[in-house]
Nanobody, 119 residues
Framework: QVQLVESGGGLVQPGGSLRLSCVTS????????MGWYRQVPGKERELVAT????????HYSEAVKGRFAISRDNAKNTVYLHMNRLNPDDTAVYLC????????????WGKGTLVTVSS
């Protein structure tokens, strides 16, 4: 059973930092690319960042480029999102995604962790 569990969200002041974690189980983590998305109620889910299976290829949305960093630890089956210089527009539920479609027929999602940026 594939599971993705996000943590690390919370309330942070503008300009602050947070590190999100997504711990996974039930699939061969090091084989698949991973991603972070975010969603605000009433808006479409938005891609934040993706990282290839071995971490050699990384992509960021324009909204977070230069402020956020995605990384992974294949020994711990965990992907991270380091968020710096946060602003109120970054407030959202952040979700972790495994691109397991090629191997398992479907991609998998975590339930998300809420990040609120407010003074």
């Amino acid at each position: 059973q594939v599971q993705l569990v996000e943590s690390g969200g919370g309330l942070v002041q503008p300009g602050g930092s947070l590190r999100l974690s997504c711990v996974t189980s039930g699939f061969s983590f090091s084989t698949f690319a991973m991603g972070w998305y975010r969603q605000v109620p009433g808006k479409e889910r938005e891609l934040v960042a993706t990282i290839s299976s071995l971490g050699s290829t990384i992509h960021y949305s324009e909204a977070v480029k230069g402020r956020f960093a995605i990384s992974r630890d294949n020994a711990k089956n965990t992907v991270y999102l380091h968020m710096n210089r946060l602003n109120p527009d970054d407030t959202a539920v952040y979700l972790c995604k495994s691109f397991t479609g090629p191997g398992y027929g479907v991609d998998h999602w975590g339930k998300g962790t809420l990040v609120t940026v407010s003074s």
